[in-house]
């Protein structure tokens, strides 16, 4: 740490079952190059993420293939010479519904077009972005009803095709997370608050309230088993230094992270091992 005020470095290792997440970025003089391995079971499905292997710093390839009951996702993205090029194909069925994503088929390297929808107890998700001729417009509904709460998100309707509006209000147990953005003229305010309580924990997030616009102010504590996870990033004057220290336990792994402690405003250090 010290004078690498902007490179980064961390090491993630996370294992659920069968596979584990692997991360490397900006290890010694490679402050810029990506190098990881992501290999996540989960029942019958396998994730994997390789980025910026060896002298391919910009270049991505990766095949996702999660099956979540019924449906399997796969994601393939720049592979070969299409350093740039997407093409995935997302079919996740939960319960009633089922996510269809479409992005950059063929010589539609650019273009958009895909439904999303996901039932969950009372709710549905749907997604529409860039239908055939409308290729940057946005416009979705998103209604999931977890116990208690409701998301709802309305991006783009209409001729508003840059405002943002949604509301959010999803009951965990005791808490309840609220999330307003660009409602009527404020376009890009953001208002929020975050209360969600996981057995022992609290989350709690205010993000420019008032006239505070871009000010960040939020603590969390979430603790899961053994562990317990804290994040103060902007409180009072220090509007842009970040402080935190996470440390979840998850049966035999240790998860940890500092950012920007004291005057290190821009350092970054963590070591993450969730087995």
């Known amino acids: 740490m010290g004078k690498k005020s902007v490179s980064e470095e961390w090491e993630r290792s996370l294992c659920q079952r069968n596979g584990k997440e692997v991360c490397l970025r900006g290890m010694g003089k490679k402050s810029v190059s990506e190098e990881w391995e992501r290999s996540l079971s989960q029942r019958n499905g396998k994730e994997v993420c390789v980025r910026g292997m060896g002298k391919k710093s910009v270049s991505e390839e990766w095949e996702r293939s999660l099956s979540q009951r019924n449906g399997k996702e796969?994601?393939?993205?720049?592979?070969?010479?299409?350093?740039?090029?997407e093409e995935w194909e997302r079919s996740l069925c939960q319960r009633n519904g089922k996510e269809v994503c479409l992005r950059g088929m063929g010589?539609?390297?650019?273009?958009?077009?895909?439904?999303?929808?996901?039932?969950?107890?009372?709710?549905?998700?749907?997604?529409?972005?860039?239908?055939?001729?409308?290729?940057?417009?946005?416009?979705?509904?998103?209604?999931?009803?977890?116990?208690?709460?409701?998301?709802?998100c309305l991006r783009g309707m209409g001729k508003k095709s840059v405002s943002d509006e949604w509301e959010r209000s999803l009951s965990q147990r005791n808490g309840k997370e609220v999330c307003v953005r660009g409602m009527g003229k404020k376009s890009v305010s953001?208002?929020?608050?975050?209360?969600?309580?996981?057995?022992?924990?609290?989350?709690?997030?205010?993000?420019?309230?008032?006239?505070?616009s871009v000010s960040e102010e939020w603590e969390r504590s979430l603790s899961q088993r053994n562990g317990k996870e804290v994040c103060l990033r902007g409180m009072g004057k220090k509007s842009v230094s970040e402080e935190w220290e996470r440390s979840l336990s998850q049966r035999n792994g240790k998860e940890v992270c500092l950012r920007g402690m004291g005057k290190k405003s821009v350092s970054e250090e963590w070591e993450r091992s969730l087995s």
Not at 204 to 210: A, E, H, L, Q, S
């Open 74 to 85: 796969v994601c393939l993205r720049g592979m070969g010479k299409k350093s740039v090029s």
């Open 107 to 152: 010589k539609k390297s650019v273009s958009e077009e895909w439904e999303r929808s996901l039932c969950q107890m009372n709710g549905k998700e749907v997604c529409l972005r860039g239908i055939v001729k409308k290729s940057v417009s946005e416009e979705w509904e998103r209604s999931l009803c977890q116990r208690n709460g409701k998301e709802v």
């Open 190 to 212: 953001e208002e929020w608050e975050r209360s969600l309580s996981q057995r022992n924990g609290k989350e709690v997030c205010v993000r420019g309230m008032g006239k505070k």
